[in-house]
C-alpha cells in the first residue's frame, strides 16, 4: 500500500509560481510512475503531468506544456510539480496518483491516489 500526500497549493495571483510536492511512503518509490491531475467542482478529474521510473519519462497535458514541470526525487520520495506563468483557469484540486509501470494519462489506471490541494488562481 502507498501513501500519496501532497503539498504546496495556495493563492497566487495570475502569471505567478507555485511547486507542488507529492511525498510517498509503504512503498517502493523509484518502481512507481507518479502522475499530477486536478478537478475543478462539476467536472472529471483532468490529467496535468505523469513521470515514470526509473528513467524518468515525463508527459504533459497540452494545457500546460511549457509551463508546467514535473520531476521526482527519488531519495526523498518526493515528485515536484513546478507551475510557473499560472492562469486562473489553473484553479483547481491537484491530485498525485502512483502506478506500476509505464506513465499513464487516464486516472482510472493509477492504483493509489493522495487527499489533494488547491491552487487557487486570481485573476
Known amino acids: 500500500q502507498v501513501q500519496l500526500v501532497e503539498s504546496g497549493g495556495g493563492l497566487v495571483q495570475a502569471g505567478g509560481s507555485l511547486r507542488l510536492s507529492c511525498t510517498t511512503s509503504g512503498g517502493i518509490f523509484r518502481s512507481y510512475s507518479i502522475g499530477w491531475f486536478r478537478q475543478t467542482p462539476g467536472k472529471e478529474r483532468e490529467f496535468v503531468a505523469t513521470i515514470g521510473s526509473p528513467i524518468g519519462t515525463t508527459r504533459y497535458a497540452d494545457s500546460v506544456k511549457g509551463r508546467f514541470t514535473i520531476s521526482r526525487d527519488n531519495a526523498k520520495s518526493t515528485v515536484f510539480l513546478q507551475m510557473n506563468s499560472l492562469k486562473p483557469e489553473d484553479t483547481a484540486v491537484y491530485y498525485c496518483?502512483?502506478?506500476?509501470?509505464?506513465?499513464?494519462?487516464?486516472?482510472?489506471?493509477?492504483?493509489?491516489w493522495g487527499q489533494g490541494t488547491q491552487v487557487t488562481v486570481s485573476a
Open positions: 496518483a502512483a502506478n506500476q509501470g509505464w506513465p499513464p494519462r487516464t486516472p482510472n489506471e493509477y492504483d493509489f
